[in-house]
């Protein structure tokens, strides 16, 4: 498959939304409203297509974001300066294709040179074993973790120096 990278628009996000919401719990399900606001607020939104077909997308968030997720407000705490993966989902008929891998090389890309982190979490209740594996692969390691929504649910916090 040959995969087009390119920057959201807003009428990706209907698309983008059903992808998101098709992966849950692996991230975490939102609203049209939230997707909305990545959309105009996120440091980095691309999505890959294969014949005008979405397959996949990523969200990257930089400090100073005015977003209330935990696991990022952890990150605002611990680091001065990073690159936060917020989302990443990938299509059934895209999965094992390397796409994955390509969008966070683009954030990676994207991000300033002053940048010496990529941060993102990791499910571990329940344990999300394929993204953990993913991520060790491509050199993130465990700095943290967060029990969220009520100890329901824990994360590992994850860094990746560049």
Request: hydrophobic residues 40%; negative net charge; charged residues 25%.
């Amino acid at each position: 498959m040959l995969f087009n990278l390119r920057d959201v628009s807003h009428t990706d996000l209907d698309a983008v939304l059903e992808l998101n919401e098709s992966v849950v719990p692996a991230v975490n399900s939102i609203t049209i409203e939230q997707m909305r606001w990545f959309a105009d607020q996120a440091a980095y939104f691309r999505i890959a297509e294969d014949n005008d077909r979405l397959a996949a997308f990523l969200i990257g968030l930089r400090p100073g974001s005015d977003y209330n997720s935990p696991n990022y407000l952890w990150f605002c705490r611990h680091y001065d300066d990073f690159g936060y993966v917020d989302r990443v989902a990938v299509a059934d008929h895209a999965r094992r294709s390397g796409l994955a891998s390509k969008l966070y090389d683009d954030f990676r890309a994207n991000l300033p040179d002053s940048i010496s982190v990529m941060t993102c979490e990791v499910n571990l209740k329940p344990p999300n074993e394929s993204s953990m594996r993913f991520h060790e692969g491509m050199g993130f390691h465990q700095v943290g973790s967060l029990a969220i929504d009520d100890g329901k649910n824990e994360v590992a916090l994850m860094e990746l120096k560049l």
